[in-house]
């Protein structure tokens, strides 16, 4: 689905630096996600919102932070990179009672 | 909070053959158990979900089960193709949040 973006898809960096995830819907849903995929992990919810106002920590926020910049966007910031956030970054949203979309994932290495 | 297990982590069968994964949640007050389908390098896409109400639904070749009273559902895939190969993730929600498993790789040989 094009309607649930996230830039970049794919990034190296070095530790220590400051690194931002965007991730922007056109689904018009009010509720978004930041997850983690690790190999053999399953998906952990790093932090999540209900609204612009509202802002949530999920089972692992440590080391990250976020911001609700409008409905649509809701980016994900890591202040000081560490090698052990490598993975794969996955935006999420929700309307309602119903499923939740994925965006295409973002795959960071930090070196 | 909600735990969620997942088994098997791999699942290997022939092409033809039925495949079965199961999994296990803790908290009573979920009531919405989603699977989502994850192809090699793509997003996770919801192929069947169960709301508490109902013990079984089928789509086709896929169908899920539940059992509140043991806290558990399933999921069956039937004539396995190796289209299905692909990683396979439930989860179960309550009020406000998926808790997801961690996952379970079925490779179907043709």
């Known amino acids: 689905d094009a309607d649930v973006t996230q830039t970049p898809r794919n990034r190296i960096t070095k530790t220590g630096k400051r690194i931002m995830l965007e991730c922007s819907q056109t689904k018009g849903h009010d509720r978004m996600y930041w997850y983690r995929q690790d190999p053999g992990l399953g998906l952990r919810l790093i932090y999540y919102s209900f609204d612009v106002k509202d802002i949530n920590k999920g089972e692992i926020s440590d080391g990250y932070s976020v911001s609700r910049q409008a409905q649509a966007k809701f980016s994900l910031s890591l202040e000081s990179a560490i090698p052990n956030q490598t993975a794969l970054y996955f935006c999420?949203?929700?309307?309602?009672?119903?499923?939740?979309?994925f965006g295409p994932g973002t795959r960071l290495t930090v070196t | 909070g909600e735990n969620v297990e997942q088994h098997p982590s791999t699942l290997s069968v022939q092409e033809g053959d039925s495949a079965v994964i199961k999994c296990t949640y803790s908290?009573?007050?979920?009531?919405?158990f989603p699977w989502y389908k994850q192809e090699l390098g793509k997003r996770p896409q919801l192929i069947i979900d169960?709301?508490?109400?109902?013990g079984e639904k089928k789509d086709q070749r896929i169908a899920v089960t539940l059992n509140k009273t043991a806290k558990h559902f399933s999921l069956h895939i039937t004539e396995t193709q190796p289209e299905d190969s692909a990683v396979y993730f439930c989860a179960a929600r309550g009020s406000y949040i998926p808790t997801f498993g961690r996952g379970t790789s079925l490779i179907v040989h043709p």
């Open positions: 999420a949203t929700r309307q309602g009672r119903y499923e939740q979309y």
């Open positions: 169960i709301r508490s109400n109902v």
């Open positions: 908290d009573s007050a979920s009531n919405y």
